[in-house]
C-alpha cells in the first residue's frame, strides 16, 4: 500500500519561506510524476506543481510560478516543495500527490 507523509508546514510571515516535504512508501516513487497540490479555506483543491519521474520536467502554476521550487531525491522517496516570497493568499492545507494517491497535508499559514 502507498503512502504519501507530508510534513514543514507551520505558521510563517509574509516574505519567508517554508520547505515541505512529502516522503512516500510503498511503490516504486521514482517511476511516477508527483505533484503538490493546496486547498484554502472555503475553496477547492487547486494545482501548485508536478515534476516528472527524473526531475527534468517542472511545471507550475501561474500563482507560484518564480517563487516556488519543486524537486525530488528518488534516493530519498521524496519529493520536496520550496516555497519563498509567501504571501497570505499562499495559507492553505498543501497536499502531495502521485502513484494514483494523497498524502493527509500539511497547513502553511501565511501571516500578513
Known amino acids: 500500500q502507498v503512502q504519501l507523509v507530508e510534513s514543514g508546514g507551520g505558521l510563517v510571515q509574509a516574505g519567508g519561506s517554508l520547505r515541505l516535504s512529502c516522503a512516500a512508501s510503498?511503490?516504486?516513487?521514482?517511476?511516477?510524476?508527483m505533484g503538490w497540490f493546496r486547498q484554502a479555506p472555503g475553496k477547492e483543491r487547486e494545482f501548485v506543481a508536478t515534476i516528472s519521474w527524473s526531475g527534468g520536467s517542472t511545471y507550475y502554476a501561474d500563482s507560484v510560478k518564480g517563487r516556488f521550487a519543486i524537486s525530488r531525491d528518488n534516493a530519498k522517496n521524496t519529493v520536496y516543495l520550496q516555497m519563498n516570497s509567501l504571501k497570505p493568499e499562499d495559507t492553505a492545507v498543501y497536499y502531495c500527490?502521485?502513484?494514483?494517491?494523497w498524502g493527509k497535508g500539511t497547513l502553511v499559514t501565511v501571516s500578513s
Open positions: 510503498g511503490r516504486t516513487f521514482s517511476r511516477y510524476t
Open positions: 500527490n502521485g502513484m494514483n494517491y
